[in-house]
């Protein structure tokens, strides 16, 4: 997609989310997102096949697949920067065309429309790098591709019908071993095509509350570009710098008002959950700036993250009547993106002032004002999908970082 940066050029530094998947999490990710990949898949096309079943030729062409279902996947990290799929029992259902000769006495001819379903073990060894066709997208590397036909059924329709039903047993022997020895590389690079196709016109960014000119949302995208996405023996990784980023007034493709940042030492804190994020305060200072920069009344005011404590970020505010310590809690919210993906928003809720000097209303006001824009200036993050993200566990790790624990 053709959006320009004022900061094109990202790298570990630039980093202010982690995520982080065990392998149940990549297992539950899948098991509830699979449904996404449905109008995609079906632009997945076989090649024609050719055989010849008890001296009669049959051509099978337009062979598309209609749909498909998988009821159990298992995920291993191998390390090395690598993980294993493990899919049992996946069922494939294809339509397609098809004609059938006799060069021999009595000549038969005819052609029809025919499904087929397939039972399959699939066992899938890659790798995540980055596209090398959109600038931080990320890409699935296959390094081993096995599909196992456990069972075929085949059905035939045309004007011979009472005929085909005597070739459905050699011809499922025989499409079987052909699906076993022949097509599994050509399915591998076609499924691996159309994959990574989505995977580089996704977008690379969350939307805020709000109406803007320059595109859906508010005036504001959350920046969810991928900087790295590696694999180790606990955990799949994917780093993010998740700023606010302005739409330009001109161009709603060209994002800026990014901000220069510290990567701080990340939280060595865990937890049991199976997705989590980890959140430096920089990407809350960020949406602070966003709200300094186009919502607050309060235009000369002075606004600071200064750590995460026990209980929320505090923020030093000041103006020229008031001065205040804020302590802002933290919330997982879900935001319903499109049909079928979803984000999870870390939403700052209504501030509790801790120290103050000065003009309290003025300072109750400006509190007032940074929850009702809490949503217009939010950090998320994308294609959480069926996350259960009003479940998620906030956890001060340290003064620098937060982890939100999450399940499906």
């Known amino acids: 997609l053709p959006y320009i940066y004022d900061h094109d050029i990202l790298d570990y530094n630039d980093t202010q989310l982690m995520v982080k998947l065990t392998e149940t999490g990549v297992t539950q990710f899948v098991a509830t997102s699979v449904n996404c990949l449905q109008p995609f898949l079906q632009n997945l096309v076989l090649p024609d096949i050719e055989t010849k079943v008890i001296g009669i030729q049959i051509v099978l062409n337009e062979i598309k697949l209609q749909d498909f279902f998988i009821p159990n996947a298992s995920f291993q990290f191998l390390g090395n920067n690598a993980a294993l799929a493990i899919i049992k029992g996946l069922q494939l259902n294809f339509q397609f065309q098809f004609r059938v000769q006799q060069n021999t006495y009595p000549y038969i001819q005819d052609r029809g429309s025919g499904s087929m379903h397939l039972v399959t073990d699939l066992i899938v060894e890659g790798e995540p790098e980055m596209s090398k066709n959109c600038k931080n997208h990320l890409q699935i590397k296959q390094n081993r591709f096995e599909i196992i036909i456990q069972h075929l059924k085949i059905k035939m329709s045309g004007k011979l019908e009472f005929i085909y ?173 499109v049909s079928f993906t979803n984000d999870t928003r870390f939403v700052m809720q209504k501030a509790r002032i801790v120290e103050h000097s000065g003009d309290l209303e003025k300072t109750t006001s400006f509190v007032d004002e940074l929850f009702f824009y809490r949503r217009h200036i939010v950090t998320a993050a994308s294609l959480t999908n069926a996350m259960k993200s009003d479940e998620c566990i906030v956890i001060y790790a340290d003064e620098n970082w937060i982890n939100v624990g999450c399940d499906f």
């Open 165 to 337: 039903d005597a070739l459905l047993v050699p011809l499922t022997a025989v499409l079987t071993e052909i699906f076993n020895s022949q097509l599994s590389e050509q399915f591998s690079r076609q499924l691996g095509v159309i994959l990574n196709e989505q995977l580089d016109v996704n977008y690379q960014m969350t939307v805020t509350e709000g109406n803007s000119p320059m595109g859906r949302g508010g005036p504001y995208n959350g920046d969810v570009r991928w900087i790295d996405v590696s694999v180790d023996k606990q955990f799949i990784t994917a780093l993010q710098p998740n700023q606010m980023l302005l739409k330009a007034a001109d161009n709603d493709y060209y994002l800026q008002g990014w901000t220069d940042v510290v990567v701080q030492k990340t939280a060595s804190l865990v937890t049991n959950n199976h997705i989590q994020f980890l959140i430096q305060k920089g990407a809350f200072q960020s949406c602070l700036n966003a709200f300094k920069a186009t919502f607050t009344s309060f235009k000369q005011v002075q606004i600071l993250a200064e750590k995460f404590a026990r209980t929320g970020l505090l923020v030093h505010i000041k103006d020229q009547d008031f001065e205040a310590l804020l302590n802002i809690g933290i919330e997982a919210e879900l935001y319903r993106s």
